[in-house]
C-alpha cells in the first residue's frame, strides 16, 4: 500500500496509575513520558491486537469527518514495565503487551454523556449514528453510551468493539455491503434526524485515500495476529478494501438506518 501514513506521536509509557475495571480488556490510566496521561487498551488483552486496530480505525476516521475524539498515540511498553505490579492479572497483561499499544488522551473531569440530560442536536446525532453504521460499532446504547461531555462538546470514545467481521474474515467483502441491522439499539438513534445530511458530509471528507493513509499507519505486528493473510501488508489492503466497499455503499446501510429511526419514533 504506497499511501502515506498519518503523523502519529509515540509515547512511552512510565507510570501505571489505575486499572479502569469496566473495561473488559482491563484498560488503564498510565502517565507517558510527555507529562500527559492516557487511557491505554493492551494489545496483550483478551480480544489483543484486533481491538486496537478497530479502536484506531474507528477513532480516525470519525476525526477526520470532524467528530471530536481524544488524540490516540501508539504507547510503547518496555520489556521491564510492570514487574512490581502487585496484582498477578494486571502483571500478567503488562507482560503479554510489550511493544507498541494504544493510548487515548485523559480528559481530565469528563462524564459520560446522558442523551436525556443534554439532548444532542439532530446533525451530531446523525453524524455518530452514521458513523457506527459505517464501522459497525456494537457498543453505542443506553448501557454504554461510549460518549464523553467535555468542554460543553460530545467525545467519542471505545471503538474497540467496532470492524466485527475481522474477528472471523469469512465473507468480509459480502458483508461490507450489508446494512448495520443493530442500529436499532444506538443510544441516539431517536435524535439521528438528518442521517442523509450525515452521510453527504461523511462522502465529502473520508475518501478511499483518506481510508488508505489511516490503515497505512496500522503497526505491523499489530496486524500480523490471528490474521488468515500472508503478511501485514496483505491484512491492510484487505481493511482499506472492506472500508472502501462499505463507503461505496454507503447509501444502503444509511436508508436502513433511517427506517429503523422511523420505526422507533
Not at 500527559?36 to 486496537?52: D, E, H, M, R, T
Not at 487515548?104 to 462524564?111: I, N, V
Not at 439532530?122 to 449514528?129: G, K, N, R, Y
Request: charged share 25%.
Amino acid at each position: 500500500m504506497n499511501s502515506p501514513s498519518l503523523s502519529i506521536r509515540r509515547v512511552n509509557v512510565k507510570r501505571y496509575i489505575a486499572p479502569l475495571r469496566e473495561g473488559g480488556s482491563l484498560p488503564a490510566i498510565a502517565e507517558a513520558d510527555d507529562g500527559f496521561l492516557y487511557v491505554i487498551k493492551f494489545k496483550g488483552a483478551g480480544q489483543g491486537p484486533k481491538a486496537l486496530i478497530a479502536e484506531f480505525i474507528g477513532g480516525e476516521i470519525a476525526r477526520t469527518a470532524g467528530l471530536h475524539v481524544p488524540e490516540i498515540v501508539f504507547a510503547a511498553l518496555d520489556p521491564a514495565f510492570g514487574r512490581t505490579e502487585p496484582d498477578p492479572e494486571i502483571q500478567d497483561l503488562l507482560k503479554a503487551s510489550t511493544g507498541l499499544n494504544l493510548g487515548l488522551h485523559f480528559l481530565k473531569s469528563a462524564a459520560m454523556f446522558d442523551p436525556v440530560a443534554t439532548r444532542p442536536d439532530p446533525l451530531s446525532a446523525s453524524m455518530i449514528v452514521w458513523l457506527d453504521c459505517f464501522i459497525t460499532n456494537v457498543d453505542r446504547t443506553a448501557k454504554n453510551t461510549n460518549l464523553l461531555w467535555w468542554n460543553k462538546e460530545i467525545w467519542l470514545i471505545d471503538h474497540g468493539a467496532s470492524l466485527y467481521f475481522h474477528h472471523l474474515w469469512s465473507d468480509y467483502m459480502e458483508k461490507s455491503a450489508q446494512p448495520f441491522e443493530l442500529v436499532k439499539d444506538h443510544v441516539l438513534l431517536t435524535y439521528a434526524s438528518e442521517l442523509e445530511k450525515a452521510q453527504k458530509i461523511f462522502l465529502e471528507k473520508i475518501s478511499p485515500e483518506k481510508i488508505k493513509t489511516i490503515v497505512n499507519t496500522l503497526p505491523d505486528d499489530w496486524l500480523l495476529y490471528d490474521a488468515p493473510f500472508r503478511n501485514a501488508e496483505d491484512n491492510r489492503n484487505a481493511y482499506a478494501e472492506y472500508l472502501i466497499k462499505r463507503l461505496e455503499n454507503s447509501d444502503t446501510f444509511t436508508q436502513y438506518a433511517i427506517h429503523a429511526r422511523e420505526s422507533i419514533i
